[in-house]
């Protein structure tokens, strides 16, 4: 059970990595400011997932 969630979180990180920098992309091409502000949220709604998908790993290792 917990390399399932070991999988999912790792999973969710490599999202959160392409989101920022498709964030940071659109920063440096001068895009829309409504754009970044979504990506940032979205970034920040991936950080809060992958690390509850990291704490249920945990509880389910028994670390």
Same mark, same amino acid.
């Given at each position: 059970?917990?390399?399932? $969630?070991?999988? #999912?979180?790792?999973?969710?990180?490599?999202?959160?990595?392409?989101?920022?920098? +498709?964030?940071?992309?659109?920063?440096? +091409?001068?895009g829309?400011?409504?754009?970044?502000?979504?990506?940032?949220?979205? +970034?920040?709604?991936?950080? $809060?997932?992958?690390?509850? #998908?990291?704490?249920?790993? #945990?509880? $389910?290792? =028994? =670390?």
């Amino acid at each position: 059970m917990a390399t399932l $969630f070991n999988i #999912l979180a790792i999973l969710v990180m490599i999202a959160v990595v392409v989101v920022l920098l +498709r964030g940071l992309i659109n920063m440096m +091409r001068g895009g829309s400011g409504n754009a970044s502000n979504k990506l940032m949220q979205a +970034r920040v709604f991936l950080q $809060f997932v992958a690390l509850v #998908l990291i704490m249920v790993a #945990l509880y $389910f290792s =028994g =670390g």
